[in-house]
């Protein structure tokens, strides 16, 4: 018989808890208008921990990457955003105790949020009719992902979207800013005075440790999916998304690993990806830094100051052929006549592919590569 691994932050109080019911709820959330949402409440559930029962963080505190490197293995995972000057790396080893920071940067309020059940690591503008929002974790999952909700209107949101599913918000939906996650040093090669999110949070929880282990395994079932996952792939299988001209391509990693440069054309967009094989996966070991190595991926437009490039693998570097300058996983050029520019980042993400096509099923899958 397969095991089915339940993530020991979801077990408690999960026994005899199934739809959210606003009758019992009042008293917990006295601010939703559950009367105004845009989902069924039944296929909204309870994930084990109440409301905050995952806190996430309000106040985040940074050090640099140098001190980072006592605690933090470089193969280990970290969700990069770069805004402005701003160059934040943020730990999956701390994202995966709380799921949601609040933060400020370039001074824009974002929330960097991260599913470990769907592997969805999302940043959105806090930004809303003229309010700032500050966002927290309901303790309930839809279709297996994290449903958020904020704290000015206690309206839920579900994290794979950005969009408002219970309450005043019910309709509404999030700006995405762009992000990726890779290995922490690779951050750290492209962005050697950037910050990483300090385990100095106001909690006391065991970062590095692994609430999950054994959940990523490709036989793997998903947590809570309560309908049928999508055939056409497996569900844990990770796939990279790149969302262009209205529509979404997901590229399974394990084709990406074989083929870690693809350049590609939608729309009359061209862009690029970029695959490289080695980071750890946090979900796999009792200990993030352990997991056995799977690929980052991530994706950028090709077109450059009037020119299309197109890249290739060389010795283990990204290389244009246009130029013959080199490129790193984050789209940045690192020598050659291109040097010290920046390829424009995509709508882009790396999930489970039951998550990705359980809320986009017309998205184009992509077998195979040139």
Known sequence: MKARLLPVVLLVCFAGMSGAQPES????????????????????????PPKDGIPAIDR????????????????EPVIVLRMGRDARAYPLQILMFHEIVNDTVDGVPVAVTFCPLCNASIVFDRRLDKR?????????????????????????????????????????ELARIVSEIVAFEDFEAAHPSGLVLSRETGFRRPYGHNPYAGYDRIDQSPFLLNTKADARLPPMERVLSVSVAGGHRLYPLSLLERHPVANSEVGGLPY?????????????????????????ATAFQRRLEGRVLEFELRDGRYI??????????LGEALNGPLKGRRLAQLESGVHFAFAWLAFNPQSEIVRSLP
């Not at 279709?143 to 509404?172: C, N, P």
């Not at 244009?320 to 996983?329: I, R, V």
């Open 25 to 48: 709820d009042r008293r917990e959330w006295p601010k939703t208008e559950f009367a105004r949402r845009t989902v069924d409440l039944a296929e909204i559930e309870s994930g084990g």
């Open 272 to 296: 690029v990806v970029f695959a490289k094989p080695g980071m750890a996966s946090p979900l796999d070991k009792a200990r993030t830094g352990e997991g056995r190595p799977i690929a980052a």
């Open 60 to 75: 985040p505190r940074f050090v640099g990457t140098r001190v980072a490197r006592a605690w933090l293995k470089a193969k």
């Open 320 to 329: 244009d052929a246009q130029t013959g300058s080199e490129w790193n996983l």
């Open 132 to 172: 700032v929002l500050d966002f927290g974790t309901t303790g309930r999952l839809r279709l297996s992902d994290l449903v958020m909700y904020d704290r000015q209107t206690e309206s839920w949101w579900q994290q794979f979207t950005g969009k408002g599913i219970v309450g005043h918000y019910a309709g509404g």
